[in-house]
Each structure stands twice: as structure tokens, then as C-alpha cells.
């Protein structure tokens, strides 16, 4: 039973993913060793965050977080040659990936075969779901405000949703607070907030491109 609820959480947690590459175009362009160094560079930017706050800034994670992801991204971006759809799904896929195998693959191996069924490795499973959608977006709105043709009329909205994108994590734990959320409602409420600010981006991105 509990190697069922281990399969079960590790294929809600890691089969997007792999859907994802299949299905977006990039297994096409074999990107596969793309997004393995998109993976590399996020750990080699997350190494670079902890030492520069522990040395430096060891309260400041929030403002980190900005150079950390647009630094992050821009860079795994900026190394990659084709079309801003190709560079932002490369750039996505590696980071979320890399994400989820850091943060989530010993705790799903770990806690999910336990011998008691508890419900937060579902929660994390569906967690990692809205963090690649989340990257994606993020992505996108990376792509867009380091551009140097960026018309006027876009840079207001892109550098809100870059806002947004980076302080997401700041603004749940505000919301848990608060109001006292539980479990359940945080996840909904990251989803919603998450596909809101992936519409948005997605709007502006296809805009853009069409503007072009």
C-alpha cells in the first residue's frame, strides 16, 4: 500500500514534467542536454544566493530572489540560440526540474512510503505541477523585460508581473498569516495566483510576438 501511494505521488509529481518536454516541442529540437545545463545553472545560482546571503545579507532572502531569478534565467536564456518560445521553455523545464528533483524527490521517497497515508505528498505533488507553470510564466516574463526593444506601453505591465513572479512565495506566506489558511486553501490559492499571472504573461508574451 505504501509503495502504491509512492508510485502514485511520484507520477503526479514528475509525469507533467515529462509530458511537458514531449508535447511542447522540445524533445524535436533534442533539448534534453539543454535542459540539463538550465538545470545546472540553477543549482550554480542557488549555491551563489546561500553563500552571498550568508556572507553578506543573511536577512535579505527576499530581495535575493530578484537577481537570483532574473540573473538565473537571463543567463540560461541568453546561452541558448532560436525563438523565444524554444529559449523560454528550455530555460523553464531545466529550472523546474531542477527544482523539483532538489526540494521534493528525497521527501516523496522518504515520507510517501511511510507507513501511514498522510496528505502532503499529494499537496507537494500538486505543488510541483503549479511550479512548473509558474517557472514557464516567469520564463516569459524574463524573456520579455530583457528585451531591448521592449515597446513603452509593455515595460509597466512585465516589470508588475516580474514583481509578482518573484515575491509569489512572499505574498502566500503573508496570505497564510493573515487569514490562517489551511493546507488545502494555500494550494488553491497558489494555483489560482499562479494561473493568473501565467494568463497574463501569456497575453502580453503572444502580443508581443504578433506586434513584431
Request: hydrophobic letters at 55%; glycine letters at 6%.
Amino acid at each position: 500500500m505504501t509503495l502504491f501511494h509512492f508510485g502514485n505521488c511520484f507520477a503526479l509529481a514528475y509525469f507533467p514534467y515529462f509530458i511537458t518536454y514531449k508535447c511542447s516541442g522540445l524533445s524535436e529540437y533534442n533539448a534534453f542536454w539543454r535542459c540539463v545545463q538550465a538545470g545546472a545553472t540553477y543549482l550554480f545560482v542557488q549555491l551563489c544566493k546561500m553563500l552571498f546571503l550568508a556572507t553578506f545579507f543573511p536577512t535579505w532572502e527576499v530581495g535575493a530572489d530578484f537577481v537570483n531569478y532574473l540573473l538565473g534565467l537571463h543567463l540560461v536564456m541568453s546561452r541558448n540560440a532560436g525563438k523565444g518560445e524554444y529559449k523560454i521553455m528550455v530555460a523553464a523545464m531545466g529550472w523546474a526540474t531542477a527544482e523539483l528533483v532538489m526540494s521534493r524527490c528525497l521527501p516523496l521517497w522518504v515520507g510517501a512510503r511511510g507507513i501511514e497515508f498522510d496528505w502532503k505528498y499529494i499537496q507537494m505533488s500538486f505543488d510541483s505541477n503549479i511550479s512548473l507553470i509558474h517557472y514557464i510564466a516567469m520564463a516569459a516574463v524574463v524573456w520579455m523585460f530583457t528585451r531591448y526593444d521592449l515597446p513603452k506601453s509593455f515595460r509597466l505591465p512585465v516589470t508588475v508581473l516580474l514583481a509578482l513572479c518573484v515575491y509569489k512565495s512572499f505574498l502566500m506566506e503573508l496570505f497564510v498569516h493573515v487569514f490562517l489558511l489551511g493546507s488545502w486553501t494555500v494550494l488553491l490559492v497558489k494555483a489560482v495566483l499562479t494561473g493568473a499571472i501565467s494568463l497574463c504573461s501569456l497575453f502580453l508574451f503572444v502580443t508581443l510576438v504578433h506586434s513584431n
